[in-house]
């Protein structure tokens, strides 16, 4: 079983920058790999960046070079470091959890836990 807690949301002006968190508790030993993902009113649930216990990473191409994400794997807690925002960034954020494959994928289907989420509103 994998219960994740996001953290970090909020309101910021076109520019600036978040740092998202997302607390991990993993109750066995699992292959796995985390992501971010997020959701604006009346949109698809998108993948923003994912990360891989081999390492790998994947960023959607409009978040290259603008957001970041890490993984501690001391503390179990996965990070978006999101800089230079936009209004279109507006939206709710979600950490995933993928057992079974360290590989990172933007899939969404793929990731089997998911959190509450944590709300990011960009203003222009």
């Known amino acids: 079983q994998v219960q994740l807690q996001e953290s970090g949301g909020g309101s910021v002006q076109a520019g600036g920058s978040l740092r998202l968190s997302c607390a991990a508790s993993?109750?066995?030993?699992?292959?796995?790999?985390m992501g971010w993902f997020r959701q604006a009113p009346g949109k698809e649930r998108e993948g923003v960046a994912s990360?891989?216990?081999?390492?790998?990473?994947a960023y959607a191409d409009s978040e290259k070079g603008r957001f970041t994400i890490s993984w501690d794997s001391g503390k179990s807690t996965l990070y978006l470091q999101m800089n230079t925002l936009k209004p279109e960034d507006t939206a709710m954020y979600y950490c995933?959890?993928?057992?079974?494959?360290?590989?990172?994928?933007?899939?969404?289907?793929?990731?089997?836990?998911w959190g509450q989420g944590t709300q990011v509103t960009v203003s222009s």
């Open positions: 993993f109750t066995t030993y699992y292959t796995y790999a």
């Open positions: 990360i891989g216990r081999d390492g790998s990473t």
């Open positions: 995933a959890a993928r057992v079974g494959s360290s590989v990172a994928t933007l899939r969404a289907f793929l990731y089997n836990y």
